[in-house]
Every structure is written in structure tokens, then in C-alpha cells.
């Protein structure tokens, strides 16, 4: 993994940002723990899972490193206020499996990665409500703004926490660490418009969308007991 890639590493931030993560990461997986029923765990496990897997796409850039996929936003949309679970733990197992990130660090990561998840969903909630999701090209500019949108919130929120958390000069990395996604913005939002609108043909329970029942199919054995 590449030094710019949004995942802060052990001994980069001062200790009281690193306490501060923690204590917020903490607050944010309570929330979600919050009337867990049974049958989500499987969901928070598959998103888990996916978000993991995510780190093992790399995007190339023009800055001397490669960037991955976040997914965050993705996590976000399907899982609501549980997103902080499913984003600790595959943070936690890409610390200790694949070095990206640090055991340290892995409170401030947890609320970089797991905030702008929460933006989404509360965006994605919002034009559910307005019905967007019922129009298929509704649906594409939908997912499409989350994703790239999601991804730039994150780049941001991990720019300012390496300026204003490292104690060092920092101010041309977060400048780097913002523009090296730009790229992953424009791939994440073409992948998540394209799953919201596959998860609302297929299963469209799943976004919380109750699509109107399909008219019973007339029959001739109904048209001669209508006659």
C-alpha cells in the first residue's frame, strides 16, 4: 500500500488524535449496535467482507503510489447506522493482514471511513423518500453522485486529519492524498450506480424500496369465469 492511500499509518498522528479516533469510532459502532436485530449480522459480515475485498483493487495515478477502492459509501446505503461495525472490522483485518493502516490509528480511520458512509446513507434515505429510486435514469445520477461523492468526502476528511493531526508540516501530502482519489471518485461512482440500479431490479428490499405489485396475469380459464 501506498503511503498516500487513505489509510493513516502508526506513529503519523499527535496521541490525542489518536485517542480522539478511538473514543468516535466507539460512539459510532454504539450507535449501530443500537436494536441489532439478529438477521442483520449476516448483512454487516457480507459488507464487511466486500469493503475488505475492496482494498485489493488498486487504481493507478499519476502520483507515485496507487490508490484502491473504498466502498464506503457503498456500506453506507445497504447498512445505515450499522456501517461503523462492518468499517472497524475490515479496517482491523487490513491492519493486521495486510499492514495498511495501523492498530494505533485504527479509531481515526474507522471515523474517516465510517462518517462520510453515514453522509450517504442519510443523502441515499432522503430520495428514497422522493421516490428517485422508482426511475431507472434517476437511479444512475443517484448512485452516481453518492459514490463520487462519498469517495471526495473521505479524501477530505483524511487530508485535514493528516494536517491537523500529525504536528508536522504536512500541507502538500494532504494536497496529494485528495487529488491521487480523484480518480477512484470517477470508478466508485460508475460501481455504485451501477449496484443500486442491479439491486433494484433484483432485490429491491434490500435498498428498502417496495416496488408496486405486478398486475395477475389474465388467464383463459379467468376470461370464461369473468363471462
Do not use: Y
Not at 491492519?95 to 453515514?118: D, K, R
Request: glycine share 10%; hydrophobic share 60%.
Amino acid at each position: 500500500m501506498g503511503l498516500w492511500a487513505v489509510h493513516i499509518h502508526d506513529g503519523v498522528l499527535t496521541w490525542p488524535w489518536l485517542v480522539g479516533g478511538f473514543l468516535g469510532a466507539l460512539a459510532l459502532c454504539w450507535l449501530g449496535m443500537r436494536r441489532l436485530r439478529e438477521e442483520e449480522i449476516a448483512r454487516i459480515a457480507v459488507m464487511s467482507s466486500a469493503f475488505f475485498v475492496a482494498s485489493l483493487i488498486h487504481v493507478p495515478t499519476l502520483a507515485p503510489t496507487s490508490v484502491h477502492l473504498l466502498l464506503n459509501g457503498l456500506v453506507g446505503v445497504l447498512l445505515g447506522p450499522r456501517s461503523a461495525m462492518a468499517i472497524l472490522l475490515a479496517l482491523f483485518l487490513q491492519a493486521v493482514l495486510l499492514g495498511h493502516g495501523g492498530l494505533t490509528s485504527l479509531g481515526v480511520n474507522t471515523c474517516v471511513m465510517a462518517l462520510p458512509a453515514l453522509g450517504a446513507w442519510a443523502v441515499f434515505v432522503s430520495f428514497l423518500r422522493w421516490g428517485w429510486l422508482l426511475h431507472p435514469a434517476k437511479r444512475w445520477l443517484l448512485g452516481f453522485l453518492i459514490g463520487g461523492l462519498t469517495v471526495l468526502a473521505t479524501a477530505a476528511l483524511n487530508a485535514v486529519t493528516l494536517w491537523l493531526g500529525s504536528g508536522e508540516p504536512l500541507d502538500a501530502l494532504a494536497v496529494v492524498v485528495f487529488l491521487a482519489h480523484l480518480p477512484v471518485a470517477g470508478v466508485e461512482a460508475l460501481v455504485m450506480a451501477a449496484t443500486i440500479n442491479f439491486l433494484a431490479r433484483v432485490k429491491p428490499e434490500m435498498l428498502g424500496l417496495t416496488l408496486p405489485a405486478m398486475p395477475e396475469a389474465v388467464t383463459p380459464q379467468r376470461q370464461r369465469q369473468a363471462g
